[in-house]
């Protein structure tokens, strides 16, 4: 009895290698690429137990359906079922791409990109097509993103991507955007790429993102092509405004407003005035007036270039705004940047002997102040040293606002830092084919961090860079505007064309970097 408690030996079984087999097809009901196909229900047996991961984000089903399938198990079976619910096109060939959905039930062993296809004509369709998509204005495109083919028959417009679901359907396969549409028929198609918000396969220009190849695809064919995605600028549209103040109206709008201009209709005193500046982050203008109106309502008319809105605003019982005053930016300044003031309400005027910048050493350092009335700041310039502090006071009065009111007094704690905590960046370009350019360099978040506009190739120069990872960028200003234009589906415009610089560029504190951008 002894010997045999001495030979146990405590401890777990081990229970064999562990099973990283996927799940294997047993058989198809009907078969995989069938002909002729006429029912409504499809089971794909297994030969072991496997459940569906995340079966709404990786299936793709091309053509899609109006009403979606019933997949099931919900939970783990041996069988696959699709219970389709869709009425079937005649003479085509229909494609079931699971992705990485379909994986064993105990080690999850997935079954890569299994794909089921049948054909409800006599044959299956076998043409292909591939390419790439890239972001007009990142260095990668957002993934996945989803690739359509839309038929271009004699019922065939433009405005059926903003109504109807594609003839065909992909999405990209990694992170450099890489796709290929396949079981396709012959013919001539609309190629696009969506990166979608409501996955509906259904262009929406307020949330999506759309690339597009100007020329119909015909099929089959040996090219390749590349899709650049953009946002659309919406077309202009006034919001409803609103009253957010005693003497305050939010006038919000969509798209491009930049000659936007409000007019009061209804009668108003002889003493009204009015004032308006834009919001910092949203497309918003904010109109103040005085005095206060006891009215149930007022009437608007709202100019945009040749666009004309007349609008009504329902007036309430508020409160009247008191002036508030704060800095746009406090801490860490570079020695080129400007100290900037916001106010709540607009601002009218200042006066420059009751504002002060004291550096630590107390001694005080001229500065220059200026109104900002398109966004309501008051800029105070003033130079700076390296590595110094300073405090910039505001005594009473130093501003007055649209009702008169003005500031008590304020302070604010700046700051600078070396030179040598900063780097610099001499950048020498080549291959530019045409000007004027944009060039920037952007952080990892595509935030501009220094830019320059040239109308003649000549070096750039970088400086007061933090140290930091960044992109390098250029744009081509083909309509000479000073900034990035995006393109229009409509249109068949599109976006001005962005060159990056192949690698992030690493910047470091007290370090030069001398690089040569040649553009492909």
Not at 129 to 137: C, F, H, M, N, T
Not at 347 to 354: G, I, P, R, T, Y
Not at 363 to 373: R, Y
Not at 488 to 514: C, D, G, H, M
């Amino acid at each position: 009895m002894l010997s045999f408690v001495d030979c146990a030996k405590k401890g777990t079984p081990s229970g064999g290698p562990r099973d990283t087999i996927p799940p294997i097809i047993v058989n198809s009901s009907p078969e995989n690429y069938s002909i002729n196909f006429t029912g409504n229900e499809i089971e794909i047996r297994f030969d072991e137990y496997i459940k569906l991961k995340e079966i709404n984000k990786e299936l793709i089903i091309s053509p899609p359906m109006k009403f979606a399938p019933v997949i099931t198990p919900l939970s783990t079976s041996k069988t696959l079922k699709i219970k389709l619910l869709d009425t079937l096109k005649p003479n085509t060939t229909y494609s079931f791409n699971f992705g990485n959905s379909i994986v064993d039930n105990n080690e999850e062993n997935k079954f890569d990109y299994f794909k089921y296809i049948f054909s409800t004509g006599s044959y299956i369709d076998s043409l292909k097509l591939s390419g790439k998509v890239k972001d007009a204005q990142h260095i990668t495109p957002e993934i996945p993103t989803t690739v359509m083919l839309y038929e271009v028959n004699e019922t065939f417009t433009d405005s059926l991507i903003y109504s109807e679901k594609p003839t065909y359907i992909t999405v990209t396969k990694d992170s450099i955007g890489t796709f290929e549409l396949s079981n396709l028929k012959s013919g001539k198609y609309l190629l696009l790429a969506l990166k979608e918000k409501n996955s509906d396969y259904i262009f929406q220009p307020q949330n999506d993102k759309i690339g597009f190849v100007k020329q119909l695809i015909t099929l089959p064919t040996d090219s390749t092509y590349t899709l650049t995605l953009f946002k659309e600028t919406p077309d202009y549209k006034l919001a409803r405004p609103n009253q957010v103040g005693k003497n305050h109206i939010v006038f919000g709008y969509e798209g491009r407003a930049d000659s936007l201009s409000i007019k009061m209709l209804s009668p108003v005193p002889e003493d009204y005035v009015s004032t308006v500046f834009k919001d910092e982050k949203k497309d918003t203008l904010h109109y103040w007036f005085k005095p206060a109106i006891e009215t149930d309502s007022l009437l608007f008319k709202v100019a945009n270039g040749n666009s004309i809105d007349t609008a009504t605003v329902r007036m309430r019982e508020l409160f009247k705004d008191s002036l508030k005053i704060s800095a746009l930016k406090t801490g860490t300044l570079k020695l080129k940047d400007t100290f900037k003031i916001r106010a709540n309400t607009p601002l009218v005027s200042f006066n420059a002997e009751k504002f002060q910048v004291m550096a630590k050493d107390s001694s005080f350092v001229e500065a220059t102040v200026k109104l900002n009335k398109e966004y309501n700041w008051a800029e105070v310039f003033f130079p700076k040293k390296e590595d110094e502090s300073y405090l910039v006071k505001l005594l009473p009065g130093a501003l007055t606002d649209f009702f008169d009111a003005s500031n008590d007094t304020l302070q604010f704690s700046v700051n600078t830092r070396l030179a040598s905590d900063y780097g610099t960046l001499n950048l020498t370009l080549v291959n530019v084919n045409r000007f004027p350019v944009i060039v920037q360099m952007v952080d990892s978040k595509y935030n501009v961090v220094g830019e320059e506009y040239l109308n003649e190739n000549k070096p750039v120069f970088f400086d007061a860079l933090s140290p930091d990872k960044y992109f390098l960028r250029i744009i081509y200003d083909d309509n000479e505007n000073g900034i990035w234009d995006t393109g229009s589906f409509l249109n068949r415009l599109e976006p001005e064309k962005i060159i990056y610089y192949p690698t992030q560029i690493e910047v470091r504190a007290n370090w030069s970097l001398n690089e040569t951008f040649t553009l492909k």
